[in-house]
């Protein structure tokens, strides 16, 4: 089921541009597919304090939006797109010395596609010197192969290892999203080096692997993997909850974002009073995401701004991004 409560509903409109029709009649007639537009609700060109909708044209038809009482948005959030990057760590062999043993260990979190970090699997890479230890790199290049090896047993789907002159660097690689099957959850890990020196009476760490520096992964904003769990969360509240629970008898619906796009998102957090009996107030969001090729394209997401402004006043909307 594609809902996450019985209170809080979202829906989504998503273009790549912005019509130049002013009300629903000529928006219907003659605006072009993935155009959207924001118009009153009564059909109207938009004007201050209006009831409004936004609109989505589509290449079978349209969609809409329900009505937004302009009396009754809370507020209006701008998210510029910003890309996903993920977590790395970067060690260095400091030294090499004789008869010991490296270790590079990588601490897998949601190892099995779990959702707590209590569930993990430590995936390690060893090299021992003997008499004569070589160089760093010769070190590093060992551990590099020895964890990868350990990792193509796993699919080789999680991180990629690699080294230049004794310094290793490991990074979470990108998770793809499937549609109300996998997320595409970011890769969670730590990663420590050790050495032990093998003549030593009592084993423990040399620390001959250090930590040189960490970057955190980031989720980016409006990125395309967002925008297909979204669509496909919306579009459960909107037409069929208990998608592929049925099939093959199932009630399809047409997916408009795309992993490979990226998105600005516009959010506009509103309520309807008693929409349900035990509801006081139906808290809603509406969300509009608009395709960003690049900096230039801004500009259509600030044509929507433009459009919210007209009906809710300058006051209540963010301001323009850059587009230059």
Same mark, same amino acid.
């Given at each position: 089921?594609?809902v996450?409560?019985p =209170?809080?509903?979202?829906?989504?409109?998503?273009?790549?541009?912005?019509?130049?029709e002013?009300?629903?009649a000529?928006?219907?007639?003659?605006?072009s597919?993935q155009?959207?537009?924001v118009l009153?609700?009564?059909g109207?060109?938009?004007?201050?304090?209006?009831?409004f909708?936004?609109?989505?044209?589509?290449?079978?038809?349209?969609?809409?939006?329900?009505?937004?009482?302009?009396?009754?948005? =809370?507020?209006v959030?701008?998210?510029?797109?910003?890309?996903?990057?993920?977590?790395?760590v970067?060690?260095?062999?400091?030294?090499?010395?004789?008869?010991?043993?490296y270790?590079?260990?990588?601490?897998?979190?949601n190892?099995?596609?779990?959702?707590s970090?209590?569930n993990?699997?430590?995936?390690?890479g060893?090299?021992?010197?003997?008499?004569t230890?070589?160089?760093?790199t010769?070190?590093?290049?060992? /551990?590099v192969?020895?964890?990868?090896?350990?990792?193509?047993?796993?699919?080789? =789907?999680?991180?990629? @290892?690699?080294?230049?002159?004794?310094?290793?660097?490991?990074?979470?690689?990108y998770? !793809?999203?499937?549609?109300?099957?996998?997320?595409?959850?970011?890769?969670?890990f730590?990663?420590?080096?050790?050495?032990f020196?093998e003549?030593?009476?009592?084993?423990?760490n040399?620390?001959?692997?250090?930590?040189?520096?960490?970057?955190a992964?980031?989720?980016g904003?409006?990125?395309?993997?967002?925008?297909? !769990?979204?669509?496909?969360f919306?579009?459960?509240?909107?037409?069929?909850v208990y998608?592929?629970?049925g099939?093959?008898?199932?009630?399809p619906?047409?997916?408009?974002t795309?992993?490979?796009s !990226?998105?600005?998102?516009?959010h506009?957090?509103?309520?309807?009073?008693?929409?349900?009996p035990?509801?006081?107030?139906q808290?809603?969001?509406?969300?509009?995401? @608009?395709?960003r090729?690049?900096?230039?394209s801004?500009?259509?997401t600030?044509?929507?701004l433009?459009? /919210?402004?007209?009906?809710?006043?300058?006051?209540?909307?963010p301001?323009?991004?850059?587009?230059?």
């Amino acid at each position: 089921m594609s809902v996450f409560g019985p =209170k809080q509903v979202e829906e989504l409109i998503v273009g790549n541009a912005v019509a130049a029709e002013t009300t629903i009649a000529t928006f219907l007639a003659s605006a072009s597919d993935q155009e959207i537009k924001v118009l009153s609700a009564d059909g109207t060109a938009p004007a201050l304090g209006d009831d409004f909708k936004v609109l989505q044209k589509t290449a079978s038809g349209y969609e809409f939006s329900d009505v937004v009482k302009a009396d009754k948005v =809370k507020k209006v959030i701008l998210k510029e797109y910003a890309a996903e990057t993920q977590k790395s760590v970067v060690l260095t062999v400091g030294s090499a010395v004789a008869n010991t043993t490296y270790v590079v260990e990588v601490r897998l979190y949601n190892d099995g596609g779990t959702l707590s970090p209590e569930n993990f699997a430590v995936i390690s890479g060893y090299w021992k010197t003997g008499a004569t230890p070589g160089s760093v790199t010769d070190i590093a290049d060992g /551990l590099v192969a020895s964890i990868n090896a350990n990792l193509s047993l796993r699919g080789g =789907k999680e991180l990629t @290892v690699s080294n230049v002159a004794g310094v290793i660097t490991i990074t979470g690689q990108y998770q !793809n999203v499937v549609p109300g099957k996998i997320i595409g959850k970011q890769i969670e890990f730590d990663a420590v080096g050790k050495s032990f020196d093998e003549t030593a009476v009592v084993l423990q760490n040399g620390g001959l692997i250090t930590t040189t520096s960490t970057t955190a992964a980031y989720p980016g904003a409006g990125t395309g993997k967002y925008a297909v !769990n979204l669509e496909w969360f919306t579009k459960g509240y909107k037409y069929e909850v208990y998608r592929q629970t049925g099939y093959p008898a199932d009630f399809p619906y047409t997916q408009y974002t795309n992993e490979a796009s !990226n998105y600005n998102a516009i959010h506009i957090k509103y309520f309807d009073d008693r929409d349900d009996p035990s509801v006081e107030k139906q808290d809603k969001v509406l969300t509009i995401l @608009v395709v960003r090729t690049d900096l230039a394209s801004n500009a259509n997401t600030n044509a929507v701004l433009a459009d /919210l402004r007209t009906v809710l006043g300058s006051g209540a909307v963010p301001g323009d991004l850059d587009i230059v």
